[in-house]
């Protein structure tokens, strides 16, 4: 495991206050992994991260980038290697898309080729067609879709560290649950090292891949992976802090990607009825799903359907092809959609959106009954050496 951040007995004070808002914090911040800082309102994370670009100048202590103690170098050079999303997301209201995405590669003196194919690159990544919103002002476009270019532009100089201050907090629910698939998707790509900073510890165990939760003074109560800070609460705070539930919460800990997936009978468009209802008789599901030329489910068929009069194609009978999920999604956000599903299943699409199989009940199941077993062994070897020893 390489070491891309490392802060050392972290410190601001600001005049005025008796007690310091983040005190002697220490802590070592992986290569390519996203670290959720986590605590109640007024412990200091958001300040915390503040101080790692030097947005806000630390009182004492050091921040160590690739090596390099970058507490007393030019901020400016600073804050060109490390991107920044914030909540209310900040694009310049002025400026196209195209040229918000741009800002900091022009800093950074980028030829006009360059910068016009990172900001096509960087779109694409974030699901905006460039043709289609490159030209368009922030005032024209979504929440979400504003919150994705915050991603766009905070990635726009290709930087080696980002930080992410509630970037979905002001997002309804369920976009912000397509935001947070979609940036986990692009962080599997991307390989960022990531400093996120949430006061939803859901949102914590679902997008990080090590957890620091946070006390007053920016305290560390425990710094873990998300599965070992739900078996194992290192103290009565962050037993608290998870809340009841910790069981439920362990679905967010795996993704689709991690499950074997089942396959229902598919069939052509274009197929005949006869077809459809013959692949259907031959399984043991109640209904086929129909897919496009280029594999992307459109429509559920089952056996009433095609039972029915009429001659139209496969394509316009059925039900929708809903509760679709990629594989970077959570068991959680999976079950989720499951729930008002027709057949209480998900389908499953790679990044294309072609057919790759079906999550269903019995897949979480499965999944669960994993877990629990793997939380039994865990438990099992942590008490051995105790027992061994007489402890």
């Avoid at 999944?367 to 020893?389: F, I, N, T, W, Y």
Wanted: net charge negative; charged share 30%; proline share 5%.
């Amino acid at each position: 495991m390489t070491i891309k951040i490392q802060l050392n007995e972290l410190t601001k004070r600001f005049t005025g206050q008796a007690d310091p808002a983040v005190d002697a914090l220490s802590m070592d911040i992986p290569e390519g992994e996203i670290v959720i800082f986590v605590g109640p309102s007024g412990c200091g994370k958001t300040t915390t991260m503040k101080l790692i670009n030097r947005l806000i100048e630390p009182s004492s202590g050091r921040i160590i980038l690739d090596d390099e103690d970058v507490t007393k170098v030019n901020p400016d050079q600073l804050r060109r290697r490390i991107g920044y999303v914030i909540q209310q997301i900040g694009l310049y209201p002025h400026m196209t898309i195209a040229e918000n995405i741009a800002t900091v590669p022009k800093m950074l003196g980028w030829s006009k080729k360059r910068i016009a194919e990172r900001v096509d690159e960087l779109l694409s990544l974030v699901s905006l067609e460039p043709r289609t919103f490159a030209h368009r002002y922030p005032k024209e476009l979504s929440g979400g879709q504003r919150q994705r270019v915050g991603v766009a532009r905070a990635m726009g100089g290709d930087p080696d560290v980002m930080l992410m201050d509630e970037p979905f907090g002001a997002i309804d629910p369920i976009n912000r649950d397509r935001l947070q698939n979609e940036f986990l998707r692009i962080q599997s790509e991307i390989k960022k090292t990531i400093v996120f900073v949430t006061h939803d510890i859901d949102e914590a165990i679902k997008m990080g891949n090590r957890i620091a939760i946070l006390g007053d003074q920016s305290r560390i109560q425990q710094y873990d992976t998300p599965e070992s800070i739900l078996v194992s609460p290192a103290n009565d705070f962050v037993a608290d802090f998870i809340g009841r539930g910790a069981a439920l919460k362990r679905c967010d800990l795996s993704r689709v990607e991690d499950i074997e997936l089942t396959h229902w009978p598919t069939v052509d468009e274009s197929a005949s009825r006869e077809e459809a209802r013959r692949l259907i008789q031959q399984s043991d599901k109640g209904a086929a799903l129909v897919l496009d030329t280029q594999q992307r489910p459109r429509r559920w068929v089952g056996l009433d359907h095609l039972l029915r009069g009429g001659d139209q194609p496969l394509s316009e009978i059925g039900l929708p092809a809903d509760a679709v999920v990629r594989p970077s999604a959570t068991l959680g956000d999976t079950l989720n959609e499951m729930l008002t599903a027709r057949y209480a299943s998900a389908i499953v699409v790679d990044g294309d959106g072609a057919y790759l199989g079906v999550v269903d009940i019995e897949s979480i199941n499965e999944a669960v009954r994993g877990m629990r077993a793997a939380e039994r062994k865990r438990l099992r070897d942590q008490l051995e050496p105790e027992q061994a020893s007489g402890g």
